[in-house]
């Protein structure tokens, strides 16, 4: 059987997909059953395990700062900004391209060598004896690390159509959340390596979770299938499944060279309305989740808590995050409200910054973290999945995905500075004023957003009162009246 370059099926499969018409209703509830899962046990936890190590291995720093790196090579606060930047900057110029090229290398080579070369990288750092030394490290950790993330949502899209993507989004973006709270854990734990092999305990928290990333990174070869039309773990029938409802559903076009590379489709996707409603609040949200996360342990280090309690404390947050993202992304699959989850968690947002803000005592500022980490954390699911729901065909999909994560990692940027040095601890009182306006923002844009999809689905249901899907132009994708925007 002839198959392209990323797996997607000839035109002989193609027929086998479209007779699929015919099988019966209990075979459909019996493949409904069995494809999806066998997805969930062979992708999604390479998957997972590939965002949990990306998020650890980038946001560890702030870990290795509480335990010493600082002071160890001599840092200042501006400087360590800078270090913090110096990741992002690659890692946002890699993200479109590495969009663009992941179909045609193939994920199961691309995404496995990100993982391995970051890895090797992030060992280094544990190693190095100066600043320039670590600065280098984290501009090629920001290299490798940088189309990961938005390759994992369109790889996810290769699999899952778009009523079952938000749960299979939202359970390897919480396990940044949940790196979060495993970060703080280890290191306590890491800890006490201290002196060993005559370096210090930060640098072995560099080194042990670095070594495990290059590992995995060398495994993951041979785990990824490409496409369902290449998972082996499969039937030909389960393959044919999967695809048909994909197409049905909008995920991947009719044929293959409706999904291919075209200029147009990049021009296309600029044009639309709602990647730019959401723009400015995948800008916010960077912004608080970045922060957060490069900056809770010294935040809790701040409210009274040093050395390892500081590690220990850093940790529940991110764990109630966690179960709450899986929680909220099961109900917003179910009932298909991208945008009220997302309204709801800017609103927590909201308030969080607000109890931080108003407040002097270490209890509420602490308590304030769980709202704000879970705002920031549980938000990116939805508006991502959004965000990619609502695009197609592929390459539309694919460079509005990118220009989501290159908004997201652009508030990164800001978020190294804001709390970094322009807003100094323990009160960080421009930032958090700074939050406060980011969030009231999200919240506006959001509902502007779910208007527009609102707006524009009743627009459309009036089109297919009056024409049929043969009488439309090819190659609309979102546009068409057949396709309906989830809201």
Not at 15 to 39: C, F, H, M, P, Y
Not at 173 to 192: D, H, K, Q, V, W
Not at 224 to 252: I, Q, W
């Amino acid at each position: 059987m002839e198959k392209t370059l990323h797996g997607s099926p000839s035109s002989d499969t193609m027929k086998e997909v479209d007779r699929l018409e015919e099988i019966s209703d209990a075979e459909k509830v019996r493949l409904e059953g069995t494809v999806w899962r066998k997805l969930d046990i062979w992708v999604l936890p390479v998957c997972t395990m590939f965002y949990l190590l990306s998020f650890l291995d980038r946001s560890n720093i702030a870990n290795a700062r509480v335990a010493g790196m600082q002071t160890s090579l001599k840092m200042t606060n501006h400087q360590y900004s800078i270090a913090l930047t110096m990741t992002y900057v690659p890692y946002i110029a890699a993200e479109f391209p590495s969009n663009l090229l992941l179909k045609y290398v193939g994920p199961r080579w691309m995404l496995p060598t990100m993982v391995t070369i970051w890895g090797l990288v992030a060992t280094m750092q544990g190693v190095v004896k100066t600043y320039s030394g670590l600065l280098a490290c984290r501009f090629f950790l920001g290299l490798m690390e940088g189309g990961l993330f938005p390759g994992l949502v369109l790889y996810m899209s290769f699999f899952y159509p778009r009523e079952r993507l938000q749960i299979r989004v939202a359970t390897f973006f919480a396990s940044a959340s949940l790196s979060g709270a495993f970060s703080g854990l280890l290191a306590a734990a890491i800890m006490n390596l201290n002196g060993k092999g005559g370096r210090p305990g930060w640098a072995w928290i560099f080194i042990l979770e670095g070594i495990f990333s290059f590992l995995f990174g060398l495994t993951a070869f041979l785990l990824l299938p490409n496409s369902p039309c290449t998972a082996r773990f499969l039937s030909t029938k389960e393959r044919n499944y999967v695809m048909a409802k994909l197409k049905a559903d909008g995920a991947v076009a009719d044929d293959d060279r409706s999904d291919g590379f075209s200029w147009i489709e990049v021009i296309r996707c600029c044009q639309s309305i709602h990647v730019w409603l959401l723009a400015p609040v995948l800008f916010f949200l960077g912004t608080t989740l970045y922060g957060l996360a490069y900056f809770e342990p010294t935040i809790v280090a701040g409210l009274g808590y040093t050395g390892n309690k500081a590690q220990l404390m850093s940790a529940p947050p991110f764990a109630v995050a966690f179960v709450v993202s899986m929680i909220t992304a099961v109900i917003s699959d179910r009932y298909k409200c991208r945008g009220f989850m997302l309204i709801f968690f800017s609103i927590c947002n909201l308030v969080g910054f607000i109890m931080f803000y108003a407040s002097e005592s270490h209890h509420v500022r602490y308590g304030s973290l769980f709202l704000t980490i879970s705002g920031s954390y549980c938000g990116a699911p939805p508006v991502i999945t959004w965000v990619a729901n609502n695009s197609a065909p592929h390459v539309r999909r694919a460079t509005s995905v990118a220009i989501a994560f290159i908004m997201t990692n652009s508030g990164g940027i800001l978020a190294t500075w804001l709390l970094g040095s322009l807003s100094p601890a323990p009160n960080y009182t421009k930032a958090t004023i700074t939050f406060i306006i980011m969030s009231v923002g999200m919240v506006i844009l959001s509902f502007t957003t779910l208007a527009y999809f609102w707006h524009q689905n009743r627009l459309k249901a009036d089109r297919r009162r009056f024409s049929t899907p043969e009488e439309e132009p090819k190659g609309l994708g979102d546009k068409s009246a057949w396709f309906v925007y989830n809201l």
